[in-house]
């Protein structure tokens, strides 16, 4: 490909670098996990929707459904990378299908992923960063690590608290928050669109971590 063909996808890609190679590189993926549909808005299990909702809401840009990648999809340029919002339209047990298609479209790295989901070994509305690990029960990481073949990608875990005596787990996820823990979770989301802004304009997972796990 000649010089000329190399600025035309530069300008494309909405990336002024003389260097192809490293535009294409700088481009990240936000997944938010969840359920799609009215049943399950609001519901615990799908606190990384509403987080990548606010974060979407934000930056006043919307979501498109591709029906190809199973995602409803947003996209911005957020300093000088092009960042893509993804909510997968697979139900969380599938969540891998529409991350792999993605990042395999758009020629995403894995350390370029972030993935944001609920967490019921945490406090309700505690937040923590990590860069890599184990699923640690959840099927919607479960299914991401087996279809992108890596535990190393960095994630934000937001608390939703352990069911109460009695309840299953099943229920305690697809039940929807109270109103105190709502308020509680409200909080924990503007602290994770601050985490996840913090995150894109210093372009280090570990400064992050660092400013924002306590």
């Known amino acids: 490909m000649g010089e000329e063909a190399d600025k035309a ?29 009215s049943k399950y808005q609001q519901t615990k299990h799908n606190v990384g929707f509403m987080a990548v909702d606010r974060l979407v809401k934000d930056l006043d840009i919307s979501f498109t459904e591709d029906k190809a990648f199973k995602a409803l999809v947003g996209s911005a340029f957020i300093n000088q990378e092009k960042v893509y919002f993804v909510k997968p339209t697979t139900f969380m047990n599938n969540s891998g299908l529409a991350v792999r298609a993605l ?18 070994d945490m406090a309700v509305g505690k937040i923590r960063l990590r860069q890599k690990g184990s699923a640690g029960g959840h099927n919607g990481i479960k299914s991401i690590i087996a279809h992108i073949g890596t535990q190393e990608f960095d994630r934000v875990k937001i608390g939703i608290g352990r069911p109460s005596h009695g309840m299953s787990v099943i229920n305690h996820v697809l039940g929807k928050f109270d109103t105190d823990d709502m308020i509680t979770i409200n909080v924990a ?6 985490a996840i802004n913090y995150y894109l304009q210093e372009k280090s997972i570990e400064k992050t971590m660092q400013q924002f796990n306590g």
């Open 9 to 37: 996808l530069i300008m494309i890609a909405g990336c002024y670098h003389t260097s192809f190679l490293w535009c294409i590189s700088m481009v990240k993926m936000i997944v938010g996990l969840g359920n799609p549909g």
């Open 103 to 120: 990042l395999t479209y758009y020629n995403i790295s894995t350390k370029d992923l972030m993935v944001i989901y609920d967490d019921l």
């Open 189 to 194: 989301l503007d602290k994770v669109d601050k």
